[in-house]
């Protein structure tokens, strides 16, 4: 539902298409990957680390409208990193894949050019996505929007898997959030 809100306030404000697909696609993201917005976005508005952010060059689009995502910079620190595949979900609008698809055409980007970069040249941050989460659910949820920022998004797939105890999907929720431990019952 907060990503549905989100959307809907995306979806409404005056900025430009790109600009809205940016943030957009690194929300769809952020949510279906279970990922830590450091392992997406350039640390800087004007400069970006290619061995830590999201590049175009990272995802592979395949033909059964599924991507293979290139994380460099997974917590376990494995030295070729981890990949994340994706597929299609095609209820509320909030699909990743065409998402990232409308956001490649919007940008007609250079295959080692981050993901999430704005018309003007910047870059999304983390900081940055924090502030317009809050700034877009603060119309909603008033001051209960400092609740949620960036890292909201890490658990957020498998809290929405949990609701659902009678389906014993435990091993899911660890293989979504990709926890190799049991503190994926902290989120």
């Excluded at 917590?75 to 409308?102: D, H, M």
Aim: with cysteine.
């Amino acid at each position: 539902p907060i990503l549905r809100l989100l959307g809907h306030e995306l979806a409404k404000c005056d900025w430009s298409k790109h600009s809205k697909m940016v943030v957009w696609a690194s929300l769809c993201l952020g949510f279906f990957g279970s990922f830590r917005f450091g392992e997406l976005l350039a640390k800087f508005e004007d400069k970006f680390n290619p061995h830590e952010t999201l590049l175009w060059s990272d995802i592979m689009f395949l033909n059964d409208d599924s991507v293979k995502i290139l994380n460099k910079i997974p917590k376990t620190r494995k030295k070729s990193g981890e990949v994340i595949s994706l597929f299609e979900f095609n209820f509320y609008n909030c699909c990743p894949i065409k998402a990232l698809k409308k956001l490649k055409n919007l940008s007609r980007p250079d295959e080692n050019e981050p993901v999430f970069r704005f018309e003007n040249g910047n870059f999304l941050t983390s900081k940055k996505l924090n502030s317009l989460i809050q700034f877009f659910l603060s119309k909603h949820l008033g001051s209960q929007a400092k609740f949620y920022y960036c890292h909201s998004f890490r658990g957020a797939l498998p809290s929405a898997l949990a609701v659902y105890p009678e389906m014993d999907n435990d091993p899911s929720i660890m293989k979504w959030g990709r926890w190799n431990s049991e503190a994926f019952e902290k989120y």
